[in-house]
């Protein structure tokens, strides 16, 4: 996500210490001191501009969000977007989702989202990858035995990665779709979909969206 930099990112950062955490090892096995209520913990790694967990958070009251994201302009509008619903149930964490199990303790967090990972598409920036065996192994020690992974992306070839990655670490795929959208229509209300700002604008031009569930093994 390429953004300007935003010389109002600064001040909107240190003025709302209430929703953003720059030291989340800080926060390690005690996240829900940060929220209003004790409910299941819910994470996103590259939130980029929030509002996939904006949309979460105000459907889903009984769930805590924690987006992550690497770049501060781009959290900042996050940030920015947020403050004026004052959602009880969201916070923002500026950081690398590399360090995902130096923030959060072993089974701290119930679901973790990916959505439109930057798909680093040459083999020597694999390692890059949010889907990458090493970021696996943060996320299982995290999310612990059964824990859930959402993945969604418009790259059919970083789709087809993840898949093998996924399998050969040894999660279990339990929801596929190759046509999110029209899935989601032919649903009839049933499938539930919070739109990514990119997912947006990849649909708008006409490109399918990829999506799966992986579980962890109990
Ligand atoms: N999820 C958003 C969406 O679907 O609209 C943003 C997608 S954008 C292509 C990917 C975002 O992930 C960028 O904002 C980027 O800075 C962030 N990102 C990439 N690697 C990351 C990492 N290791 N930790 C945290 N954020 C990361």
Not at 32 to 39: A, G, I, L, T
Request: aromatic share 12%; no cysteine.
């Amino acid at each position: 996500m390429r953004v300007r930099n935003k010389p109002w990112a600064d001040d909107l950062i240190t003025e709302n210490p209430q929703a953003i955490v720059l030291n989340p090892e800080h926060y390690r096995g005690q996240w829900q001191s940060r929220f209003k209520s004790v409910q299941p913990l819910h994470v996103e790694i590259g939130t980029g501009k929030g509002q996939f967990l904006i949309g979460m958070a105000v459907a889903h009251p009984e769930f805590n969000f924690v987006g992550i994201e690497l770049q501060k302009s781009v959290l900042a509008a996050a940030l920015k977007q947020s403050l004026p619903a004052e959602l009880p149930n969201l916070q923002w964490v500026l950081a690398d989702g590399q360090g995902v199990n130096d923030f959060f303790e072993p089974r701290e967090v119930t679901q973790l989202y990916l959505n439109f990972s930057d798909p680093w598409p040459k083999t020597r920036h694999e390692k890059r990858r949010l889907t990458y065996k090493s970021f696996l192994k943060s996320y299982a020690e995290v999310l612990g035995d059964g824990g859930q992974l959402q993945f969604k992306t418009d790259n059919r070839h970083l789709f087809e990665y993840s898949i093998m990655s996924m399998t050969s670490f040894g999660l279990n795929l339990t929801e596929l779709s190759l046509d999110l959208h029209a899935d989601v229509a032919a649903s009839q209300g049933e499938l539930e979909n919070i739109e990514t700002e990119y997912e947006q604008k990849f649909a708008a031009k006409g490109q399918p969206i990829y999506r799966l569930v992986a579980q962890f093994p109990k």
